[in-house]
């Protein structure tokens, strides 16, 4: 279907989701039956986008928690609707600020100086996520390192001012390894609309960057706009865990995202979702990757979280913030390369 009907298509299902009971998962994994006034069982959570499928023509994403969601999602669609959804159950979506043990490139977690993209980094609070490039403020030269709010500001805990190690905690850092402070970050809200998981670190001085050193070399300077990808867009990122690594697009303008943080479940419309080409485009400890599109190197996104479970491929699905919102939300600029 074209994509301005697909986009009335999800507004209109997401209205009536809105409407319906839920079923509330605990952290036990016993479920909380919320029942309307005629008894009917609700659904626990869906996420609604598009995927592209050939130029000007989209699919719906619908996006399910639990299968049995999708007896309810798919009730309110006719069958000539049915015919263009892609519907996948991809589980609980949970952040990728958390490295999993003993598994990751080496080279990503250890102190690097200069730094670069990909590296180990984080809040001392915090145990590791991913440095995923650098920006500056409009009319500054000073960098600043851009990764998630749940990596740099602990998810709202943080002061600005604080403390930004490299390599993060989980890694051996201390408080020796202070490359600069927290300067900005985009709290979370409780209500669902959330865009960004996204927050920066000014350099201190003496602290040298390569926002050039990826494989392959530098990104472009152009920041991609989520409109402009193609179906199946290739994308690649480097993040602490899992080093360089390759997926798809396979959904975008993905509303009602909810990721489950140390506090509750937030909240986020407007995501991109990634699929990897074998296995999963991402782990914990992943989170604040930036994710440059593969054609023209140009970047797109900004990795926050995932789940294990709705990849084609026999991983999860990633989630990530579109790149020019962080940019716009933070008012920052985006560098590509020294100089």
Known sequence: MLPDSARELKARLSRRLSDAPRRTVLSRGVEAEALDQGGAIGWSGVALGLTPVAPNSVHLAIRLVDEADAEVVLAGLDDAARAEVDVRVI??????????????????????????????????????????????????????????????????????????????????????????TLTAFVRFSPEPGNLVDAAVAALADGVAADPGALPGGALAARVSAVDDVDPDELVEKVGRTTGHTRGRITAVEVDGVGVQYDAGVVTFDDQV???????????????????????????????????????????????????????????????????
């Open 91 to 180: 589980g609980r979506v949970r952040l990728l600020g958390t490295p999993a043990p003993g598994w990751s490139p080496e080279e990503l977690q250890r102190r690097v100086r200069p730094l670069r993209p990909g590296l180990s980094v984080g809040h001392p609070d915090v145990t590791a996520g991913t440095l995923g490039g650098f920006v500056r403020l409009p009319g500054q030269e000073g960098l600043l390192a851009l990764s998630n709010n749940h990596v740099l500001a602990a998810s709202d805990v943080a002061t600005e001012g604080d403390a930004a190690l490299q390599p993060g905690v989980a890694d051996g850092g201390t408080a020796d390894d202070r490359i600069g």
């Open 273 to 339: 979702e990634i699929e990897g080409l074998t296995g999963a485009f991402s782990a914990g400890g992943d989170s604040g990757s930036v994710i440059w599109r593969s054609r023209d190197r140009a970047p797109l996104g900004l990795l926050f979280a995932g789940s294990t479970t709705g990849g084609s491929a026999g991983g999860g699905v990633t989630f990530a913030n579109p790149l020019a919102t962080v940019l716009r939300e933070l008012g920052v600029e985006w560098v590509s390369a020294r100089g």
